[in-house]
């Protein structure tokens, strides 16, 4: 398959008002006529459902939670990039352009990160807009603070719940349409199938999450925005219902999936603390600010960190990388805790941890500034621990976090699929093999409120939608399909949970390609979850009926959809014979233990196309052109 980014052409930092002054318009009153689904209420679907509903679309938006303000969305602590340069310190557009391709390790499109660069400086006059209280000043500007990756000050936050606060801007104004009638949601409800009828997306099959009913929901076009698959890996920093289903059922219907590999370990977690806990929490990299990582420099050192002296502690951030010491990119970061812990200077009970310390912060800054900038967090790292980290260091380790890899899109944020939209993190296209902390409230707001408004209206003026019903072939075979795949797993009646799968997949796909891989770790896996994988279809066991609330049902279905994911991700990383961002194979690194890219060979998005059941998939590939940004061995020294 040729895929087509569908760039426009000429300088950059045209192409976007170019794009969209070339873009068919629908007429005000047609647009009614029109219907639209979004799946996913988090910042980038309710943006989206939102500012369509504006427009007077009719939309409906779908949610396996009660709420759309249940949303993963609402997790995202530290910040929001956007190229404002209130603090004069050098940013701009260009810049956080820049930042992002390089913190992407040369793997993502230029187009698209430009553009969202672009429209970061909007994003925050609209949630300014919706009353989102970012942090300001004492003059009343609006403040900033520094992330990974870059060297100005460009992140806009509140507190350390700005995820939350986003949340509830684009919740006021989907609730403002939905008072307007112009957007049904529809929550507890999951998407199993897609509907493509003549080649073209045409609308959803669910089921209610309440009363286990199948439903077909017809439309003009279908936008995916369900969130990332991070879940694969068991332990995450995700919600636990977070999935990759609708994606993947998509993926099997025609879409192509770009880049499943690329999978972010964020550095600044808490670490495991027991064999069956079920997630992981996240502490915003917004500490990294303030905080300094350290490990003592001797092996085996159980000391507690207050009799540590100074001079017996290995700032090992800062003394690799001077330049961004304690903020480089949080795959760097990543890994050289990894490293030291591989070392035997890992902290805790387990060794899995390095200290983030607050000492220097404080006294410096006061503990009443660090409070006002961190308080809640601090609350809940000591709600969770027991330890006070005024008083103590935090104790952090990097876990799964955020996925670049999801369905290919072209610059529209079209997928394969013609009428399949998807934005924000169930899309591949704007972070590369590495995501800059405090770009995802990014690039789910500009897709939701500023990039598909266009793009959708440019696709239902440019084509004709022949009327379908629930009486249609493709339909019926859809509902029968999935009616199918639930009979098969409530008929299998084993011995083994749901769960137990999911965390021994979990625990293969950590190892095998999690923050270091290998040849020869990669084939292992894939064997190891095929042998899983039939082991599940013929062992797992599902209590009770589809014909009403089934949780265990529900895990099932989208465990077995990480099942077929995590092959895929393994043969993705085994093909790709090179390290780049995220993915860090053992056999391609630089002398001082970087990530080695493979430009000639590997500069591509890798896009997968499924073939059938036990078929392997077909890999098509996007060659990456870089003219502003020439792609060179990153230092953040």
């Not at 925005?225 to 636990?240: D, F, H, I, M, Q």
């Not at 077995?560 to 993915?583: K, P, Q, T, V």
């Amino acid at each position: 398959m040729t895929l087509d980014p569908k760039i426009p052409s000429g300088p950059i930092e045209q192409a976007w008002d170019k794009a969209r002054f070339d873009m068919k318009l629908v007429n005000p009153a047609n647009k009614r006529k029109h219907s639209l689904i979004v799946i996913g209420s988090g910042l980038a679907g309710a943006s989206a459902s939102a500012s369509l509903g504006e427009l007077g679309y009719k939309v409906k938006c779908f949610c396996f939670q009660d709420s759309p303000r249940r949303a993963h969305s609402i997790a995202a602590q530290g910040g929001i990039n956007a190229a404002k340069n209130y603090t004069n310190d050098g940013d701009s557009v260009y810049r956080l352009f820049y930042d992002t391709v390089k913190g992407g390790d040369f793997r993502s499109r230029e187009a698209n990160v430009y553009r969202l660069a672009q429209v970061s400086v909007n994003i925050i006059d609209q949630c300014v807009a919706q009353g989102v209280p970012f942090a300001r000043e004492y003059g009343g500007s609006l403040a900033n603070r520094s992330f990974g990756g870059a060297q100005v000050s460009r992140t806009f936050y509140a507190r350390g719940q700005t995820g939350q606060q986003l949340l509830l801007g684009a919740y006021q104004a989907l609730e403002r349409q939905i008072h307007a009638r112009t957007v049904t949601m529809i929550p507890r409800t999951e998407m199993l199938d897609l509907l493509v009828i003549d080649g073209q997306a045409r609308g959803i099959v669910t089921r209610s999450l309440i009363t286990g009913k199948l439903s077909v929901h017809i439309a003009d076009a279908v936008i995916l925005a369900s969130g990332g698959y991070g879940n694969v890996y068991y332990l995450s920093t995700n919600a636990k219902g977070s999935n990759v289903t609708a994606s993947w059922r998509a993926h099997k219907r025609g879409a192509l999936f770009a880049n499943p590999c690329f999978t972010q370990i964020h550095p600044t977690c808490i670490p495991v603390s027991g064999e069956y806990q079920s997630k992981l929490t996240l502490m915003s990299e917004s500490l990294r600010n303030d905080g300094r990582i350290w490990v003592p420099k001797e092996k085996g050192d159980k000391r507690p960190p207050n009799q540590i002296p100074e001079d017996e502690r290995d700032y090992y951030l800062e003394r690799r990388y001077p330049s961004f010491g304690n903020l480089v990119p949080r795959d760097v970061a990543s890994r050289n805790a990894k490293m030291v812990c591989d070392e035997g200077r890992g902290v805790g009970k387990t060794g899995l941890g390095v200290y983030l310390d607050f000492s220097a912060a404080i006294a410096r800054l006061g503990e009443h500034t660090i409070r006002e900038r961190y308080g809640n967090l601090f609350e809940m790292y000591q709600r969770i621990t027991d330890e006070d980290p005024y008083k103590v260091p935090m104790r952090i380790y990097p876990a799964i976090h955020y996925t670049m890899g999801g369905l290919w899109v072209d610059y529209q944020l079209q997928s394969t699929i013609p009428g399949l939209f998807v934005l924000g993190e169930a899309n591949f296209s704007d972070h590369g093999a590495n995501r800059l902390g405090a770009s995802a409230l990014m690039q789910g707001l500009s897709d939701g409120y500023f990039v598909i408004p266009y793009t959708v209206g440019n696709y239902l003026a440019t084509n004709k939608f022949a009327k379908v019903d629930e009486s249609h072939s493709e339909v019926q075979s859809a509902v029968a399909s999935v009616q199918q795949t639930i009979d098969k797993l409530l008929s299998i009646k084993g011995k083994r949970t749901v769960d137990s799968f999911h965390r021994e997949l979990g625990k293969i796909v950590w190892e095998y390609c999690g923050m270091a891989r290998t040849a020869e770790g990669l084939d292992t896996a894939i064997g190891k979850i095929r042998a899983l994988r039939e082991e599940f279809w013929q062992n797992v066991t599902v209590p009770g009926s589809g014909d009403d609330l089934n949780q265990s049902l529900e895990k099932a279905g989208r465990v077995a959809d990480f099942f077929e994911l995590a092959e895929l991700m393994c043969i993705d990383a085994r093909e790709r014979n090179e390290s780049c961002g995220g993915h860090f194979r053992e056999e391609y690194q630089t002398p001082e233990g970087e990530a080695q890219r493979d430009d000639e060979h590997y500069s591509y998005v890798a896009a997968w196309g499924y073939r059938g059941p036990g078929q392997a998939p077909e890999l098509n590939r996007e060659p990456l052109e870089f003219e502003y940004v020439h792609p060179s061995q990153r230092s953040y020294k």
